[in-house]
C-alpha cells in the first residue's frame, strides 16, 4: 500500500512541475512586453528556472535510459527573443516531463493494477447511442499539450 501511494505523491509532484514549467513560459512571454529594466531583472529569474527545469526533466530521461538533449540560446539574442525563446523552450520541457512520466506510468489511471503496461490504451470504436448514426466514434487517450493555460485536455 505504500508504493502505491508513493506513486500517486511522484505523479501529484510531476502534475505540479509541469505546471510550473507551464507557468514560466506565461511570464516569460508576459515579460517581453515590459521595460528593459524589469526585463534584465526576470531574464535572469527565469534563466536560473530554465536551468533547474532542465536538471529536472534531463534526470527523469536518465532515470528512463534516455539522454536529453539541451537546447541553449545565441549570445548574440535580443532580451525579446531570448525571453520568447525561454517561453518555448518551458513549453518543450514541460511537454517532455508529462510525455515522460505518462511513459513511465505515473499517469495510469489504474496504478493498483498488477500489470498495466507503459504504453497509452490503443484506439476504442464505441458506437454512438443516437439510432440514427451508425458510424463508429473514434476515442483517444489523454495527450498532454503545451499552452498556458490548457496543459492537459483530451480528445
Do not use: K, N, W
Given at each position: 500500500m505504500h508504493d502505491i501511494e508513493a506513486i500517486?505523491?511522484?505523479a501529484e509532484r510531476l502534475k505540479r512541475s509541469i505546471w510550473f514549467l507551464l507557468?514560466?513560459?506565461t511570464i516569460?512571454?508576459?515579460?517581453?512586453?515590459?521595460?528593459?529594466?524589469?526585463?534584465f531583472v526576470m531574464l535572469a529569474i527565469l534563466r536560473v528556472a530554465l536551468g533547474a527545469?532542465?536538471?529536472?526533466?534531463?534526470?527523469?530521461?536518465e532515470d528512463l535510459g534516455l539522454e536529453l538533449a539541451?537546447?541553449?540560446p545565441g549570445p548574440d539574442t535580443d532580451s525579446?527573443?531570448?525571453?520568447?525563446?525561454?517561453?518555448?523552450?518551458f513549453r518543450i520541457l514541460g511537454c517532455l516531463l508529462g510525455d515522460l512520466a505518462a511513459w513511465?506510468?505515473?499517469?495510469?489511471?489504474?496504478?493498483?493494477?498488477?500489470?498495466?503496461?507503459?504504453?497509452?490504451?490503443?484506439r476504442q470504436r464505441i458506437r454512438p447511442r443516437?439510432?440514427?448514426?451508425?458510424?463508429?466514434?473514434?476515442?483517444?487517450?489523454?495527450?498532454?499539450?503545451?499552452?498556458?493555460?490548457?496543459?492537459?485536455?483530451?480528445?
Open positions: 500517486r505523491q511522484e507557468s514560466f513560459a516569460a512571454e508576459r515579460t517581453a512586453h515590459l521595460p528593459a529594466p524589469v526585463r527545469g532542465q536538471r529536472l526533466v534531463s534526470r527523469m530521461a539541451v537546447f541553449e525579446i527573443d531570448e525571453l520568447f525563446e525561454l517561453a518555448r523552450s513511465a506510468g505515473y499517469f495510469a489511471t489504474d496504478i493498483e493494477e498488477a500489470g498495466h503496461d507503459r504504453h497509452a490504451p490503443r443516437s439510432r440514427g448514426c451508425h458510424r463508429p466514434v473514434l476515442r483517444t487517450s489523454c495527450a498532454i499539450r503545451a499552452g498556458p493555460r490548457h496543459a492537459f485536455c483530451c480528445r
